[in-house]
């Protein structure tokens, strides 16, 4: 079992900078693909970033790249999602999530662990 608690989500104005942080406990998470997810009201969950159980492979998606970041510290068991330039489209609830598996996955049903999630609202 695998249990993930994210934190670094607040309100903050167009334009201005977050970091969220996943903090892991129980099995060796650092043998685990990380990922980062966000949910509006009313719309699916979708695909953020992920990263490899070494840190040596990302993913984004394309509706965040060059503004977010995804990054691991596994001496820490902590993964981390760099946010610049918010829009407020980026405004959701923010999850993390855990994958093991070989490769770097985009959905969400991939995923085998899930944190509680941190809202992220971003002003105009």
């Known amino acids: 079992q695998v249990h993930l608690v994210e934190s670094g989500g607040g309100l903050v104005q167009a334009g201005g900078s977050l970091r969220l942080s996943c903090a892991a406990s129980?099995?060796?998470?650092?043998?685990?693909?990380m990922g980062w997810f966000r949910q509006a009201p009313g719309k699916e969950r979708e695909f953020v970033a992920a990263?490899?159980?070494?840190?040596?492979?990302?993913d984004c998606a394309d509706s965040v790249k060059g503004r977010f970041t995804i990054s691991r510290d596994n001496a820490k068991n902590t993964v981390y999602l760099q946010m610049n330039s918010l829009k407020p489209e980026d405004t959701a609830v923010y999850y993390c999530?855990?994958?093991?598996?070989?490769?770097?996955?985009?959905?969400?049903?991939?995923?085998?662990?899930w944190g509680q999630g941190t809202q992220v609202t971003v002003s105009s």
């Open positions: 999530a855990a994958e093991d598996a070989f490769i770097l996955s985009r959905s969400p049903s991939d995923y085998d662990y």
């Open positions: 990263i490899s159980w070494g840190g040596g492979s990302t």
């Open positions: 129980g099995r060796t998470v650092s043998r685990y693909n």
